[in-house]
């Protein structure tokens, strides 16, 4: 598999999203030995990029992947997050970004993860509480002593990442974009771009929609897009039209639709790179095939032009962009 440079981090083209092997979504945590398995895939295939955080479970996610890794862990390019959990009133879940917290969350996650050093450490969600330079200073200290590799950010506004990166470098920002989601093309990729930042897309496609194979009926009570707006009657059936669009190119180009919202992604720049989620190895294994796909500028053109979504990405879109 062909690779990518963020900063310093050499990253496969496609990298491996792990969340929905513990949390939120519809099966999860219901099969380890399977998404062990779909890890193992993906490292055997080429992909050395992998993305957790301490509150998928919370925390079990990180366990997961720590003994997925075990005997592996030099080869992996490994990225988790802190921020949504505050460690220092009682584990409860709440923003906080703190110095002091930052270093009780990053001691868990590499116990968790079995490992000494944290290749790229994202605050998960800005601290509208906390000064974003205090933030990012803690975080430099944390990369002198060599437990962190590489800072980054995720779902952050660009005042705020110009502010960070003027601290210390951000390596990489994270935020939801595929042809779902196309939100960071107006302020947050020409940004990143001017200041040498890379950028990781998550739910690259659309939390499972851009498959074309998720169904309502098929979601539990507990599963995350079963409360998300554009899940949601009536936006469901509208939303159905980008998948529709997509599977036309699919079938001109004779890949899944997965594979074509993946390779449009691709197609968007060598500084993007998504990291699709699966608990499965034939899903991982048909995501990991995207980057064979080439799509004509005119597909491209043509997927680009879809209109965008019915509802908002999140019922509660305080935390986002700030």
Same mark, same amino acid.
């Given at each position: 598999?062909?690779?990518?440079?963020?900063?310093?981090? @050499?990253?496969?083209?496609?990298?491996?999203?792990?969340?929905?092997?513990? #949390?939120?979504?519809?099966?999860?945590?219901?099969?380890?030995?399977?998404?062990?398995?779909?890890?193992?895939?993906?490292?055997?295939?080429?992909?050395?990029?992998?993305?957790?955080?301490?509150?998928?479970?919370?925390?079990?996610? !990180?366990?997961?992947?720590?003994?997925?890794?075990?005997?592996?862990?030099?080869?992996?390019?490994? +990225?988790?997050?802190?921020?949504?959990?505050?460690?220092?009133? $009682?584990?409860?879940?709440?923003?906080?970004?703190?110095?002091?917290?930052?270093?009780?969350?990053?001691?868990?996650?590499?116990?968790?993860?079995?490992?000494?050093?944290?290749?790229?450490?994202?605050?998960?969600?800005?601290?509208?509480?906390?000064?974003?330079?205090?933030?990012?200073?803690?975080?430099?200290?944390?990369?002198? !002593?060599?437990?962190?590799?590489?800072?980054?950010?995720?779902? +952050?506004?660009? !005042?705020? %990442?110009?502010?960070?990166?003027?601290?210390?470098?951000?390596?990489?920002?994270?935020?939801?974009?595929?042809?779902?989601?196309? @939100?960071?093309?107006?302020?947050?990729?020409?940004?990143?771009?001017?200041?040498?930042?890379?950028?990781?897309?998550?739910?690259?496609?659309?939390? $499972?929609?851009?498959?074309?194979?998720?169904?309502?009926?098929?979601?539990?009570?507990?599963?995350?897009?079963?409360?998300?707006?554009?899940?949601?009657?009536?936006?469901?059936?509208?939303?159905?039209?980008?998948?529709?669009?997509?599977?036309?190119?699919?079938?001109?180009?004779?890949?899944?639709?997965?594979?074509?919202?993946? #390779?449009?992604?691709?197609?968007?720049? @060598?500084?993007?790179?998504?990291?699709?989620?699966?608990?499965?190895?034939?899903?991982?294994?048909?995501?990991?095939? +995207?980057?064979?796909?080439?799509?004509?500028? !005119?597909?491209?053109?043509?997927?680009?032009? %879809?209109? #965008?979504?019915?509802?908002?990405?999140?019922? @509660?879109?305080?935390?986002?962009?700030?």
């Amino acid at each position: 598999m062909r690779h990518v440079s963020l900063g310093n981090l @050499d990253l496969s083209r496609i990298g491996l999203g792990t969340m929905g092997m513990s #949390a939120y979504y519809t099966g999860a945590g219901s099969d380890d030995a399977e998404s062990v398995r779909t890890i193992h895939r993906a490292l055997d295939l080429g992909i050395n990029f992998v993305d957790t955080a301490e509150v998928y479970g919370p925390y079990t996610n !990180e366990e997961l992947v720590g003994r997925a890794l075990a005997g592996r862990r030099d080869n992996v390019v490994l +990225a988790t997050k802190f921020g949504l959990i505050s460690h220092r009133n $009682g584990d409860v879940p709440a923003l906080d970004s703190s110095p002091a917290n930052i270093r009780m969350a990053i001691e868990g996650s590499l116990k968790r993860l079995d490992t000494d050093y944290i290749d790229l450490y994202y605050q998960h969600r800005v601290d509208p509480g906390r000064p974003i330079e205090e933030t990012i200073g803690a975080l430099s200290d944390l990369v002198k !002593e060599g437990k962190v590799r590489a800072i980054g950010l995720s779902e +952050a506004a660009a !005042e705020t %990442i110009r502010r960070a990166h003027a601290v210390h470098p951000v390596t990489a920002v994270q935020t939801e974009y595929s042809l779902w989601t196309r @939100d960071p093309e107006a302020e947050i990729l020409p940004l990143v771009r001017r200041l040498g930042i890379g950028f990781v897309a998550y739910s690259p496609l659309g939390r $499972g929609f851009l498959t074309g194979q998720i169904r309502m009926d098929q979601l539990g009570a507990d599963d995350f897009r079963a409360n998300n707006p554009r899940f949601a009657n009536g936006n469901f059936e509208q939303n159905l039209r980008i998948v529709n669009a997509v599977e036309v190119v699919a079938r001109e180009v004779g890949a899944t639709p997965a594979q074509v919202a993946l #390779a449009w992604l691709l197609a968007q720049g @060598d500084d993007i790179v998504p990291i699709p989620g699966t608990k499965h190895v034939s899903r991982m294994e048909e995501n990991a095939a +995207a980057t064979d796909v080439t799509l004509t500028a !005119e597909q491209v053109a043509r997927l680009s032009a %879809i209109q #965008a979504p019915v509802g908002e990405r999140y019922a @509660d879109m305080s935390r986002i962009n700030r």
